[in-house]
């Protein structure tokens, strides 16, 4: 039982560049979620999703996009990185919603913007 | 104001000692508060979860809840060098809002 998977562990992107962070869990949680982590700041809620097909914004959505298609997966698209966005990014999902069971966490991607 | 104020430290202790970790928030309509544990390079674990006042105890660690000083607080008792990790207070608000709030976390070092 893998848990929450997230890949890369590492990434460092010019600004202006794309990219797709990635998260699956296999748990058959309907919840899932991505959090930035930086310095200072805490956890601050991206994006989440309460099923397949079902997306909504958190606290700082702008820059980033998501999509929800299997229950499984739940990626995190960067538009356009720019500096800003340095910053360690944690998908953390929960079986029935955040109030009924705990969140589980990956261990995260290190994003670097130069 | 932030809604959820943590001291972020970071807080060394000796081994065997007793560690008290603790956040404000100004969010009246908070009701569920989490204490989540993180190791170096890894994601948050969840440690505790209480609803009400009072406290909740699970092995060596206490944690708190005063609702109407809107004050939590976790405890950590026997301190052991394998409680070094940086300890995130989180809490919820009136359902159908799906966000935690989390406080900023709170570096702990035991020292054998």
């Known amino acids: 039982n893998a848990g929450v998977t997230q890949t890369p562990k590492f990434q460092v992107l010019k600004t202006g560049q794309s990219m797709t962070l990635q998260c699956a869990q296999d748990m058959n949680h309907e919840y899932m979620s991505w959090y930035r982590q930086d310095p200072g700041m805490g956890l601050r809620l991206i994006h989440y999703s309460v099923g397949a097909g079902i997306t909504d914004q958190g606290e700082v959505p702008n820059g980033y996009n998501v999509s929800r298609s299997t229950t499984e997966d739940f990626p995190l698209r960067l538009l356009s990185a720019a500096p800003s966005q340095t910053s360690v990014y944690f998908c953390?999902?929960?079986?029935?919603?955040?109030?009924?069971?705990?969140?589980?966490f990956g261990n995260g991607t290190r994003l670097t913007v130069t | 104001q932030k809604e959820v104020e943590q001291d972020p430290g970071p807080l060394s202790v000796p081994e065997g000692a007793i560690v008290s970790l603790n956040c404000t928030y100004s969010n009246s309509a908070f009701q569920y508060f989490m204490w989540y544990r993180q190791y170096s390079r890894k994601g948050p674990e969840l440690l505790m979860y209480?609803?009400?006042?009072g406290n909740k105890e699970d092995g060596r660690f206490t944690a708190q809840v005063d609702k109407s000083s809107k004050y939590i607080s976790l405890f950590i008792r026997d301190s052991q060098p394998s409680d070094s990790a940086t300890y995130l207070c989180a809490m919820i608000g009136n359902y159908g809002n799906n966000r935690l709030a989390f406080g900023k976390g709170n570096q702990v070092v035991v020292i054998p």
């Open positions: 209480t609803y009400s006042s």
């Open positions: 953390a999902s929960t079986k029935q919603g955040i109030y009924n069971s705990p969140l589980h």
